[in-house]
């Protein structure tokens, strides 16, 4: 069974800072990874999702990597904003028949003024 | 610009009693999702659905029924709420193209249930 890990579950940087929320997978037969954002008392909101052949994927200020022989993805995020402020969350979704994503329970993420 | 809306957004139940949580979306999508959000973890697939008249049980679909009479619509329903169901439910949307799971899910905001 696929479990995805995300560590630290709470982070918090001054504003300007450069910084990295991980993700790991226990099963690397995946077929897409998904990083997606939630404001407290919303929905998710899908901010970049690479295929298994891809190495990475760019989107403004965000920039999500995937190394599926290893388990891991990272999503950086450049020049931390307090509007960054939310929780962070990855999902992988497996190959074969398998049709539902699996996600990781998130890292909260404060970037203070 | 509506995209996902759920309805409602907040109930509280007594334990034993029946509701339908619905799910609508306007993006003409043809895939469709229920989710529960529970504190410490990630989202749990409960069903799922690729296309009008058909579902499909995802990874905790037990004490919850679904239907999806038309397109745009997608229901989640508890026919004797127990408080194990006390969660934050999201449904989100999805296009077919490219198979599922391919292209983004798009969420609505979510429906707060509480079981007593």
């Known amino acids: 069974k696929q479990e995805v890990t995300q560590i630290p579950a709470a982070l918090s940087v001054p504003e300007g800072e450069n910084l990295v929320l991980n993700c790991s997978f226990t099963?690397?037969?995946?077929?897409?990874l998904q990083w997606f954002r939630q404001d407290p008392g919303k929905g998710l909101t899908s901010l970049l999702l690479?295929?298994?052949?891809?190495r990475e994927q760019t989107s403004g200020r965000l920039n999500a990597s995937l190394d599926k022989s290893s388990g891991r993805s990272t999503l950086y995020i450049a020049a931390s904003q307090p509007g960054d402020s939310a929780t962070y969350l990855c999902a992988v979704r497996g190959s074969g028949s398998a049709r539902q994503l699996t996600f990781g329970s998130g890292t909260q993420l404060t970037v203070l003024p | 610009n509506a995209g996902v809306t759920q309805t409602p957004k907040f109930r509280v139940l007594k334990t034993g009693q029946s509701m339908t949580l619905l799910c609508a979306q306007d993006?003409?999508?043809?895939?469709m999702y229920w989710y529960r959000q529970d504190p410490g973890m990630g989202l749990r697939l409960i069903h799922y659905s690729v296309g009008e008249g058909t579902t499909a049980k995802g990874e905790v679909p037990d004490g919850y029924n679904v239907s999806r009479l038309k397109k745009q619509n997608f229901l989640l329903g508890l026919e004797s709420a127990a408080p194990s169901q006390t969660s934050v439910y999201f449904c989100a949307s999805s296009p077919g193209t490219g198979g599922i799971g391919n292209q983004p899910q798009h969420f609505g905001d979510g429906t707060r249930l509480s079981i007593l």
């Open positions: 099963d690397s037969a995946i077929y897409n």
């Open positions: 993006m003409n999508h043809e895939y």
């Open positions: 690479i295929q298994s052949s891809q």
